[in-house]
């Protein structure tokens, strides 16, 4: 009898919790999802539910949230703008076949979905896609869904997601940011795909243009460089008269992984889910830089991250306003340098740019059929026509795409883009032959000169470490008591010149002849009599740097031979003067390439710390308790380390240049970025399909541990060696305190959901709140 009570309790139980017996992806017209129930999709991804987003809210929200991930992240939200008060909520679907969210104690509807294709039987079932999708019991064809989530999207891009319009449907997905982490209401930050003759992708702050993808290519979008052949993303666009979408599926299916619109930073995100620290990292994200912002240098300029200032006016064009460009305003953009006349023979032409994000779209005109040379006739016939292109680059190229009025929001494109024909003035492009075959062997120079920088520098730096930590060498075994007579001058491996000839090869070290001048002295420009031409680095008189410093260059530059660095021919030692002769770089200053360094400290090969009153060097690569106390020690050629490593890898000098946001050196901006999540910005844009992402993060990691402000918190060379040959997980880098002690308080809010920093995972950890 017991038994049989106990059966019947059971099933009485069993009747009265019907909905907790067992997890279901799929809810009924007979069958509604109450509060307190939630639905799972069949493989345990995802699961649908009530939520409220924060402790402090008393919102209530239907939305579709990870399962398996113990930080609840919120994918898609049904009533995003209009919450729910109360928890007496339920989903139901209608006699109609819709979705609505409805209290059923007053009968009014909070949300609803809009299909009104009819079904014999509806259901509402959740996907392993993370898709809630409405469809005939009996019809699973993805093709015949009443309804989708996917094609009204929040903030989040999921894999298998159509992002963009199709016209067939008059569908538009629209990704919208959160207002903030704890507020799902549609922020004012948008990613939508433009309608126009020549479709592309941009990001707006309210109504404004923040970013902007450039237009599909045929292989990519023209201003965002094709993914790498070993992602573990495959992207997927479409564009034809019915559908302009992207979508992105997972190579790894393993591999969690979404795009979302982050309305605190303003940026497109990709982020990752690290199982290890059960954390989302950040992979990749847009904006990725400075000319990535819509428009950064106006009509008719074009955006060089590689040059300082960033903007320039295109070729056959000119600032419109020369005071506010040179006060790196260039909102007002450029103007033609001459006029040109329209349809007249020999009196307007196009030339050639390559390697160019096309220009925004919104006034363009596409044929698909038309040859190059008829795109060209085509634009020359209309006086509107500012520039044409091949519409697909694809093989020799195909279509044609043509833009009227100004051109906005060109970049240059490191080994992407495409060629744009602008329209000049013919006297602008009659020499643009000569200019192409000039600009090919400058570039191959420039790339040959840029490797050639990296290499020397690091093997400086190996030399003046490898001496530095030998005890039985010091850094001058040479005494030189006087420097009038020529015959001190033996000890010297270097070959000895004659000071009447160098003064006969600089025309007697001649104004016309100087090259630069740093904290050595002038550099000269010189023709020895049989013809070789030679740079003269000069001891200036008053210069802080003597003889000692002269001396241990002079060692340094004879045992530091190397085909990679400029070759020292010789010094001299006579009179009052002190000269080192080198090769003469006649494609630019040598500073253009090697950022040229001031002359070594002098130190004993025992010596570890020490004080002085007397600081040599280069300001910018000094330590801040050597350059402003005089206190050395074997850290503070750590902390020169770390910034020549951080140079290295973006690309930039510490000095000269214009960093956004008023960074106010190299290192300040390593900081911010890095403190931002945003560390890949930092990365020269040369390097990008070139180097191993992870060791670019990684030396910027280890540039920031060398920078630290206080000697004792910096690594040793040694340790450096070891973080720069390993995999293992490195500390995190103190703040740089001495950059600044104002930290707005805006920037630092942005701050707050970021944790540690893991080198390994290639990516920045962040806590989100959804």
């Known amino acids: 009898m017991a038994f049989f009570a106990i059966l019947i309790l059971v099933s009485k ?76 909520t339920e989903l139901a679907i209608t006699t109609e076949g819709n979705l609505v969210l409805l209290n059923p104690n007053n009968n009014i509807v909070i949300w609803s979905t809009n299909t ?58 629209v990704l919208t940011a959160w207002k903030n982490w704890d507020d799902p209401s549609s922020g004012d930050f948008r990613d939508i795909a433009l309608h126009t003759n020549y479709p592309e992708e941009v990001m707006l702050k309210g109504t404004t243009k923040y970013w902007r993808s450039g237009p599909w290519d045929g292989t990519k979008f023209s201003g965002n460089p094709s993914v790498p052949s070993n992602a573990i993303v495959n992207y997927t666009v479409v564009s034809n008269n019915d559908e302009f979408y992207a979508m992105y599926s997972m190579t790894d299916k393993s591999v969690i992984s979404r795009i979302i619109m982050n309305q605190t930073l303003y940026v497109r995100q990709r982020l990752t889910w690290n199982t290890d620290s059960q954390m ?83 006034r363009s005109w596409v044929n698909a059929s038309m040859t190059l040379e008829e795109c060209k006739h085509k634009c020359t016939e209309n006086c509107s026509c500012m520039a044409y292109a091949n519409s697909d680059i694809r093989g020799e190229g195909s279509g044609c795409a043509i833009w009227f009025g100004d051109l906005l929001d060109i970049r240059l494109m490191s080994n992407a883009g495409q060629d744009l024909y602008i329209r000049l003035a013919m006297s602008e492009t009659a020499h643009q032959n000569q200019d192409e075959k000039d600009s090919s062997k400058k570039k191959v120079v420039v790339i040959a000169s840029s490797i050639s920088s990296v290499i020397a520098m690091l093997l400086i730096f190996i030399f003046i ?39 006969h090869a600089t025309s007697n070290f001649s104004n016309d002849k100087k090259l630069g001048e740093g904290g050595f002295g002038p550099v000269y420009k010189g023709t020895l009599p049989n013809g070789q031409e030679v740079a003269v680095k000069r001891l200036s ?48 200053s040598l500073d253009v390439f090697l950022f040229d360094f001031g002359l070594a400290r002098m130190c004993g090969g025992d010596q570890i710390e020490g004080e002085t009153s007397r600081v040599v060097g280069t300001y910018g690569y000094m330590a801040p308790e050597y350059a402003f106390d005089g206190i050395f020690s074997i850290k503070s050629d750590v902390f020169s380390f770390g910034e020549l490593l951080l140079e290295i ?25 890095w403190k931002e999540g945003n560390p890949m910005q930092f990365i020269d844009t040369s390097l990008e399909d070139s180097c191993i992402l ?49 930290i707005s308080t805006e920037r630092e809010s942005s701050f707050k959901n970021f944790t540690s920093f893991s080198i390994n995972d290639v990516t920045m950890s962040m806590m989100s709140a959804k």
Not at 135 to 154: A, G, H, I, M, V
Not at 320 to 339: A, D, F, I, L, Y
């Open 541 to 588: 008189q008053t210069s802080r740097q003597g003889l000692k410093e002269f001396k241990n260059e002079v060692m340094l530059c004879a045992e530091l031979q190397h085909r990679n660095l400029v070759k020292v021919l010789g010094c001299c030692i006579q009179d009052d003067e002190k000269l080192l002769i080198y090769e003469y770089m006649a494609n630019k």
């Open 694 to 742: 992870y060791e670019a993060l990684r030396c910027i990691h280890i540039g920031l541990l060398c920078v630290q402000h206080h000697p004792n918190d910096r690594p040793n060379m040694a340790s450096v060696v070891v973080l720069l040959s390993n995999e293992n997980a490195l500390p995190l880098p103190k703040d740089p305190s001495y950059l600044s002690n104002d």
């Open 649 to 673: 890898v973006s690309g930039k000098k510490n000095s000269r240049l214009f960093y956004p946001n008023d960074y106010n050196n190299l290192i300040g901006h390593a900081w911010m970025l």
């Open 13 to 88: 139980l069993l009747l009265f919790f019907p909905k907790f017996s067992a997890a279901t992806d799929t809810i009924t017209q007979f069958e509604p999802l109450e509060d307190n129930t939630t639905l799972v999709s069949k493989g345990g991804t995802f699961e649908l539910g009530f939520f409220t987003p924060a402790s402090i809210s008393s919102n209530r929200y239907l939305g579709i949230w990870y399962k398996s991930i113990p930080i609840r992240t919120v994918v898609w939200v049904a009533n995003r703008d209009n919450p729910i008060k109360d928890n007496s």
């Open 280 to 362: 989302w990292r950040v992979s990749s994200e847009l904006p990725g830089d400075l000319c990535d912002r819509y428009n950064t240098c106006g009509a008719f300029g074009i955006c060089d991250l590689s040059e300082a200032p960033v903007c320039k006016c295109l070729d056959g064009f000119k600032p419109k306003s020369p005071r506010n460009w040179t006060q790196m305003n260039w909102n007002q953009g450029c103007v033609h340098n001459q006029t040109w006349s329209c349809r007249e023979k020999n009196k307007d032409g196009f030339k050639k740019f390559s390697n160019v994000k096309a220009p925004d779209t919104e």
């Open 116 to 173: 009104t294709t009819k079904a014999s039987v509806v259901v509402a079932q959740l996907l392993d896609s993370g898709n809630l999708v409405l469809r005939d019991e009996k019809d699973t064809d993805p093709e015949n869904y009443l309804w989708q989530s996917f094609d009204y999207p929040s903030d989040t891009f999921l894999p298998g997601m159509k992002a963009g319009w199709d016209l067939k449907k008059g569908l538009n997905r």
């Open 465 to 503: 470490y490898w001496r530095y930590t030998n005890k039985n060498n010091v850094w001058v075994k040479t005494e030189i008591e006087g420097t009038k007579n020529q015959s001190q001058q033996e000890d010297f491996e270097l070959p000895l010149f004659d000071l009447a000839s160098i003064a």
